[in-house]
């Protein structure tokens, strides 16, 4: 069976999930401190202790959108009352999606909204909205301005006004050696004409302490709900989001991240990176 081919198996089977409980849902998760497999309500157990749960994801990949599903949906059959933070949408965004999960926008009328948040296919994500609303599991953007971003990598943070940089003080491209690599290897991706690495790398630390801010600012209003975290996996794995959530003081996280051979498994990841894998049947 080709790549394609099992993609779009999985988009199918997401779409047919059913929307009202996980209860032949399985979780399994890898523990890289203690190098075993959690299965199951010993997988749910292990989470308990987290109030911010991150999970990582390759936007393109179906398997990814699964495992931030399954992740949801096992949290809200065992009453940890679930809460979908999301990279994919911007946090002045959030009066339209309050309207998605209130059933008054149709799904043909909020993709065009969706669309103007996020440039991966509705396809991949639906399952997830679909599954929100019908369960009533509130959904929060984290994500700021595009504009902003562009700005920052052009021109650097210093550039913003003061309107724009909102809680954001500071933002230098003071990293470590290992996630100043990865953006690194991002930026030759992502690579523009004129664009200054320091300034691109600005950029990045703009984008993961928002999505912090704005995730933490949410768990200590609401304490009795979890966070689910939904963003892409540089900005789940520790050196991201999690780095800025330890600055802020947030309650206790943990980050998983989906199973992908000979990037995301047992033999590449530790526990600087992240506390657990993914891992599917």
Request: net charge negative.
């Amino acid at each position: 069976m080709n790549k394609r081919v099992m993609e779009m198996l999985i988009i199918l089977i997401l779409s047919a999930l059913p929307l009202s409980g996980a209860q032949a849902l399985t979780m399994n998760l890898y523990d890289l401190k203690q190098h075993r497999v959690l299965t199951g309500e010993e997988a749910v157990r292990a989470l308990a202790p987290a109030r911010i749960i991150i999970v990582g994801e390759h936007h393109d990949d179906p398997a990814s959108h699964f495992a931030e599903l399954t992740v949801i949906e096992v949290l809200e059959e065992a009453g940890r009352k679930p809460t979908i933070a999301m990279e994919m949408f911007r946090a002045d965004s959030q009066p339209e999606l309050n309207q998605w999960l209130a059933g008054k926008i149709s799904e043909a009328k909020f993709k065009p909204i969706y669309l103007d948040n996020w440039n991966f296919p509705w396809s991949l994500y639906a399952p997830i909205f679909l599954y929100a609303r019908a369960n009533h599991i509130p959904m929060i953007g984290l994500n700021v301005p595009g504009g902003i971003t562009t700005q920052v990598a052009l021109e650097g943070f210093d550039s913003l006004s003061k309107k724009q940089r909102g809680d954001l003080q500071g933002i230098t491209c003071n990293v470590s050696p290992e996630y100043r690599g990865f953006i690194r290897r991002a930026y030759k991706l992502h690579q523009h004409e004129g664009m200054d690495f320091e300034r691109f790398c600005e950029a990045q630390l703009v984008w993961d302490t928002a999505m912090a801010t704005n995730a933490d600012a949410y768990a200590k209003q609401h304490p009795d709900r979890t966070v689910v975290i939904m963003a892409g996996s540089g900005h789940a794995r520790k050196q991201g989001i999690p780095t800025q959530l330890k600055k802020l003081h947030a309650p206790p996280f943990v980050v998983i991240l989906p199973q992908i051979e000979g990037e995301f498994d047992r033999k590449t990841l530790t526990t600087e990176e992240a506390d657990f894998i993914f891992l599917f049947d």
